[in-house]
C-alpha cells in the first residue's frame, strides 16, 4: 500500500483524491493535517474509496510528520501556507504534491528555492493544463515543425466563474498574492513549456473596473436591502442566471461591491522570450457562461495553431497550403481538461521511483518568479527584466 499525508484538506485535495482509486486502488490516504475537526474530516472521508482503515486525523502538521509511515505528502493548504510546508516536508526528503501558486512572495520564492530544487524531480506540482491533451497535442504539431518556428504567441483566460475571487475567501489579497498568481500561474507555465524558450522580459497591466464600490467593509450578501437590485446577488443568480446546481437562494457571500474587495478584475501582459519572439496574454474575470475561453494561438511563418479549453479543439491553420484541420477532443474525465488525471499518476510513478516529475519545482519556481514580475510591473509601470537562470543559481 502506498501511504499519502495531506496538509491542508481542502476542495482541491479531496476532487484529486478521488482520482487515484481510478488507476491505483492501493494508494490510501493514512493522514490529514487540517483545521476542521477529527468529527468534520471524519464525515468527509467517510466512505471514500482513497481513505485508508487507519486514517489518522492531526491538527498540527509536524505531529504528522513526526509520526512517519507515509510515502507521499500534498499539500493544499491557503496559498500563502504553500512554501511554509513544503520546507517541512523537504526536510524529511518525501515527494511532494504541491498545489500552485508555490509561493506568493519573493522571499518565500527564495526560500523554497535554496531548499527544494534538489528535491525538483520529486515534486510534482498542480499545473495540469501543460499535460492535457490538448496541450500535448498542440506540442507535438510544434515540434513537428510544419508550422516553422513560432515567432508570435496570443494567449487568453476569460473566466466565467470568476465571482470567487471577489465573494469569497479568495479576496484577500494577502492570501492570493493577486490574480497573477492566482491564474495567470496555470497559464504562464502551459505557455513556456510550448514554446521552450526562457522569458527575459516583462510587462504588464492590470485594472479593477467592475468589482469596486463604497457598500461598507463586511457587508454580506443576507440581509443587503440591494438584493433585488443586484445582478451578483445569490437571489438573482439563481431565479435569473440560472446558476440552479451551485448557489441556494440565500448564500452568504461578502459583498463584492465594498470597500474591502480586493484582487484586480482584469489583467493583460507582453512577455519577450530569448530570439525575440514575444507573447501578448490577457485574462479577464468578469465574463459570465459561453464568454468564457481559455486557450492560445502560436504562429510560425508557415503556419499557426490555435486551441481552447472551453472547445475541446485543436486547429491547425497552413498559411501556404488550402488546408485547415480541426482536430476535436472528448470531454474529460477528470479535472482541468484531463490533467489532474496525468497529474496524479504522475505522482504516483514518483513515489514509485519510476519516473520523475513531469510537472517539476523549477516550472513551479519560473511561474511565480514571472507572476511576481509582472505584478510589480502592472503596479509600477514599468518593463520588468526576467533572468530566471540567474535566480535559479541563487542570485537575486
Same mark, same amino acid.
Given at each position: 500500500?502506498?501511504?499519502?499525508?495531506?496538509?491542508?484538506?481542502?476542495?482541491?485535495?479531496?476532487?484529486?483524491?478521488?482520482?487515484?482509486?481510478?488507476?491505483?486502488?492501493?494508494?490510501?490516504?493514512?493522514?490529514?493535517?487540517?483545521?476542521?475537526? #477529527?468529527?468534520?474530516?471524519?464525515?468527509?472521508?467517510?466512505?471514500?474509496?482513497?481513505?485508508?482503515?487507519?486514517?489518522?486525523?492531526?491538527?498540527?502538521?509536524?505531529?504528522?510528520?513526526?509520526?512517519?509511515?507515509?510515502?507521499?505528502?500534498?499539500?493544499?493548504?491557503? *496559498?500563502?501556507?504553500?512554501?511554509?510546508?513544503?520546507? &517541512? /516536508?523537504?526536510?524529511? @526528503?518525501?515527494?511532494?504534491?504541491?498545489? &500552485?501558486?508555490?509561493?506568493?512572495?519573493?522571499?518565500?520564492?527564495?526560500?523554497?528555492?535554496?531548499?527544494?530544487?534538489?528535491?525538483?524531480?520529486?515534486?510534482?506540482?498542480?499545473?495540469?493544463?501543460?499535460?492535457?491533451?490538448?496541450?500535448?497535442?498542440?506540442? !507535438?504539431?510544434?515540434?513537428?515543425?510544419?508550422? @516553422? #518556428?513560432?515567432?508570435?504567441?496570443?494567449?487568453?483566460?476569460?473566466?466565467?466563474?470568476?465571482?470567487?475571487?471577489?465573494?469569497?475567501?479568495?479576496?484577500?489579497?494577502?492570501?492570493?498574492?493577486?490574480?497573477?498568481?492566482?491564474?495567470?500561474?496555470?497559464?504562464?507555465?502551459?505557455?513556456?513549456?510550448?514554446?521552450?524558450?526562457?522569458?527575459?522580459?516583462?510587462?504588464?497591466?492590470?485594472?479593477?473596473?467592475?468589482?469596486?464600490?463604497?457598500?461598507?467593509? @463586511?457587508?454580506? *450578501?443576507? %440581509?443587503?436591502?440591494?438584493?433585488?437590485? *443586484? #445582478?451578483?446577488?445569490?437571489?438573482?443568480?439563481?431565479?435569473?442566471?440560472?446558476?440552479?446546481?451551485?448557489?441556494?437562494?440565500?448564500? #452568504?457571500?461578502?459583498?463584492?461591491?465594498?470597500?474591502?474587495?480586493?484582487?484586480?478584475?482584469?489583467?493583460?501582459?507582453?512577455?519577450?522570450?530569448? %530570439?525575440?519572439?514575444?507573447?501578448?496574454?490577457?485574462?479577464?474575470?468578469?465574463?459570465? &457562461?459561453?464568454? %468564457?475561453?481559455?486557450?492560445?494561438?502560436?504562429? @510560425?511563418?508557415?503556419?499557426? /495553431?490555435?486551441?481552447?479549453?472551453?472547445?475541446?479543439?485543436? &486547429?491547425?491553420?497552413?498559411?501556404?497550403?488550402?488546408?485547415?484541420?480541426?482536430?476535436?477532443?472528448?470531454?474529460?474525465?477528470?479535472?482541468?481538461?484531463?490533467?489532474?488525471?496525468?497529474?496524479?499518476?504522475?505522482?504516483?510513478?514518483?513515489?514509485?521511483?519510476? !519516473?520523475?516529475?513531469?510537472?517539476?519545482?523549477?516550472?513551479?519556481?519560473?511561474?511565480?518568479?514571472?507572476?511576481?514580475?509582472?505584478?510589480?510591473?502592472?503596479?509600477?509601470?514599468?518593463?520588468?527584466?526576467?533572468?530566471?537562470?540567474?535566480?535559479?543559481?541563487? %542570485?537575486?
Amino acid at each position: 500500500m502506498i501511504r499519502l499525508g495531506v496538509i491542508g484538506f481542502g476542495t482541491r485535495i479531496q476532487g484529486l483524491l478521488e482520482i487515484f482509486p481510478l488507476f491505483a486502488p492501493e494508494v490510501k490516504l493514512a493522514a490529514i493535517t487540517d483545521l476542521k475537526s #477529527p468529527a468534520e474530516l471524519a464525515a468527509l472521508t467517510a466512505g471514500k474509496a482513497y481513505a485508508a482503515e487507519d486514517l489518522r486525523y492531526f491538527s498540527d502538521a509536524d505531529a504528522m510528520l513526526d509520526a512517519g509511515q507515509l510515502d507521499g505528502i500534498l499539500i493544499g493548504t491557503r *496559498c500563502s501556507l504553500h512554501t511554509q510546508f513544503a520546507l &517541512k /516536508v523537504y526536510q524529511l @526528503g518525501l515527494p511532494l504534491f504541491l498545489e &500552485k501558486p508555490v509561493a506568493t512572495d519573493l522571499a518565500d520564492l527564495r526560500r523554497l528555492r535554496d531548499a527544494g530544487m534538489k528535491h525538483r524531480d520529486r515534486t510534482v506540482v498542480s499545473f495540469p493544463l501543460r499535460l492535457t491533451n490538448l496541450c500535448q497535442e498542440t506540442k !507535438a504539431i510544434i515540434d513537428s515543425g510544419i508550422l @516553422g #518556428p513560432i515567432e508570435h504567441a496570443q494567449a487568453w483566460n476569460n473566466v466565467p466563474y470568476g465571482r470567487v475571487y471577489f465573494f469569497e475567501w479568495y479576496r484577500d489579497e494577502q492570501e492570493t498574492g493577486g490574480l497573477f498568481l492566482q491564474k495567470a500561474t496555470h497559464d504562464f507555465d502551459y505557455l513556456n513549456f510550448l514554446l521552450d524558450r526562457e522569458p527575459v522580459w516583462i510587462a504588464a497591466m492590470k485594472s479593477k473596473q467592475i468589482y469596486r464600490g463604497d457598500h461598507p467593509a @463586511g457587508r454580506r *450578501c443576507d %440581509g443587503c436591502p440591494e438584493t433585488g437590485a *443586484c #445582478p451578483e446577488s445569490p437571489r438573482n443568480l439563481y431565479t435569473l442566471g440560472g446558476e440552479w446546481e451551485r448557489l441556494p437562494a440565500e448564500t #452568504p457571500y461578502q459583498c463584492g461591491f465594498a470597500t474591502d474587495t480586493g484582487n484586480e478584475d482584469s489583467g493583460s501582459a507582453l512577455v519577450e522570450y530569448e %530570439g525575440g519572439m514575444h507573447l501578448a496574454y490577457s485574462q479577464n474575470f468578469f465574463v459570465r &457562461k459561453t464568454a %468564457g475561453r481559455r486557450g492560445a494561438r502560436l504562429m @510560425g511563418h508557415r503556419g499557426t /495553431v490555435e486551441f481552447d479549453w472551453y472547445t475541446n479543439e485543436v &486547429k491547425v491553420m497552413m498559411h501556404f497550403q488550402a488546408k485547415t484541420e480541426v482536430r476535436t477532443f472528448a470531454p474529460a474525465k477528470a479535472g482541468h481538461g484531463g490533467g489532474d488525471l496525468a497529474l496524479a499518476m504522475n505522482f504516483i510513478d514518483v513515489i514509485r521511483g519510476v !519516473a520523475p516529475s513531469l510537472a517539476p519545482l523549477d516550472a513551479g519556481l519560473r511561474s511565480v518568479y514571472m507572476c511576481l514580475a509582472a505584478k510589480a510591473s502592472a503596479e509600477n509601470h514599468t518593463f520588468r527584466p526576467l533572468d530566471f537562470g540567474t535566480f535559479l543559481a541563487g %542570485g537575486e
